[in-house]
T-cell receptor, first 114, second 111 residues
Framework: EPEVTQTPSHQVTQMGQEVILRCVPISNHLYFYWYRQILGQKVEFLVSFYNNEISEKSEIFDDQFSVERPDGSNFTLKIRSTKLEDSAMYFC????????????FGPGTRLTVL | RKEVEQDPGPFNVPEGATVAFNCTYSNSASQSFFWYRQDCRKEPKLLMSVYSSGNEDGRFTAQLNRASQYISLLIRDSKLSDSATYLCVVNERNYGQNFVFGPGTRLSVLP
């Protein structure tokens, strides 16, 4: 069964550093999403991406964050100048269509900011 | 602020029990509804979509009441492998997917 993959599985960084989290979507999927889950808390929507542009973003997704799909396969989340509170699990998800469609989640990247 | 609320849990039930989870959502414009399950430190995985007419998949039955803005999940004959956190997920938009997750209800099925 096709699956979403994410790298790295765990990223440790110093506060103030930039990190890039990578996701390889399911090959024929067109819609891409990033979510985060702080330990012990609920999953929170960050951003959705379609046709090489952001289609929606939450209030969490401020200027510190950016997304891109640089090579037509990887979908990346960049976090500039990381803060301690950015420590969380970051999940990529993809869907084939937009309306009422199922989202398939990758295994996540655990980001630890020291 | 638009929210999705769930039973706080945890639910501890013996194998073979029937267990029901409840979920309410505040945005009446919400268009689609899902139950996901999440194992500890793993990604959410789709359990089932929830349709207005109600739907069943083996031991799992989901119901939607739009008037009351209420969603339920019933698990019959629970198995040890059903132990997980069950997430109620609401898509608030008809076009575009703003998935709003509930906090989850943890289920432990005991031998």
């Amino acid at each position: 069964e096709p699956e979403v993959t994410q790298t790295p599985s765990h990223q440790v960084t110093q506060m103030g550093q930039e990190v890039i989290l990578r996701c390889v979507p399911i090959s024929n999927h067109l819609y891409f999403y990033w979510y985060r889950q702080i330990l012990g808390q609920k999953v929170e929507f960050l951003v959705s991406f379609y046709n090489n542009e952001i289609s929606e973003k939450s209030e969490i997704f401020d200027d510190q964050f950016s997304v891109e799909r640089p090579d037509g396969s990887n979908f990346t989340l960049k976090i500039r100048s990381t803060k301690l509170e950015d420590s969380a699990m970051y999940f990529c998800a993809t869907s084939l269509r937009e309306v009422v469609d199922t989202q398939y989640f990758g295994p996540g990247t655990r980001l630890t900011v020291l | 602020r638009k929210e999705v609320e769930q039973d706080p849990g945890p639910f501890n039930v013996p194998e073979g029990a029937t267990v029901a989870f409840n979920c309410t959502y505040s945005n009446s414009a919400s268009q689609s509804f899902f139950w996901y399950r999440q194992d500890c430190r793993k990604e959410p995985k789709l359990l089932m979509s929830v349709y207005s007419s109600g739907n069943e998949d083996g031991r799992f039955t989901a119901q939607l009441n739009r008037a009351s803005q209420y969603i339920s999940l019933l698990i019959r004959d629970s198995k040890l492998s059903d132990s997980a956190t069950y997430l109620c997920v609401v898509n608030e938009r008809n076009y575009g997917q703003n998935f709003v997750f509930g906090p989850g209800t943890r289920l432990s099925v005991l031998p």
